[in-house]
């Protein structure tokens, strides 16, 4: 586990647009970052500790409603790609512009669906 993927993940995380979220809905999104169940783990634990979510029941809950400007934070590209989150062949793909560092590709559905703009 790399302290850039955790990194990454935690501020996944302060960018979703939910009011509140099942573990599962947050482990999907998650997953487009790790598989390991471990660092995932950490990404929620690390997240929490500094504010980010609250958990409580199985329950995600973001406080910072930091949400992501698509034109700025979300950048467009052309090419051959393979959607992170399901894994469709795409040639559209949209990244994130996260601190920590670029993270897509995703379809054009997949994008709505992590960062929270469709459910």
């Not at 034109?71 to 467009?76: D, R």
Request: negative net charge.
């Amino acid at each position: 586990m790399s302290d850039e993927t955790v990194e990454l993940g935690v501020q996944l995380l302060e960018r979703l647009e939910h009011e509140e979220l099942s573990l599962a809905e947050v482990v999907d999104r998650l997953e487009t970052i790790t598989s390991d169940p471990t660092t995932t783990r950490t990404i929620l634990d690390t997240a929490e500790k500094r504010g980010i979510v609250d958990r409580e029941d199985g329950i995600i809950r973001p406080t910072g409603g930091r949400f992501l400007r698509f034109q700025s934070e979300v950048v467009e590209k052309k090419g051959d790609f393979t959607c992170r989150r399901c894994g469709a062949s795409i040639s559209t793909g949209y990244f994130m512009r996260l601190q920590a560092g670029e993270h897509g590709p995703f379809g054009s559905s997949c994008i709505r669906k992590v960062t929270g703009r469709e459910s």
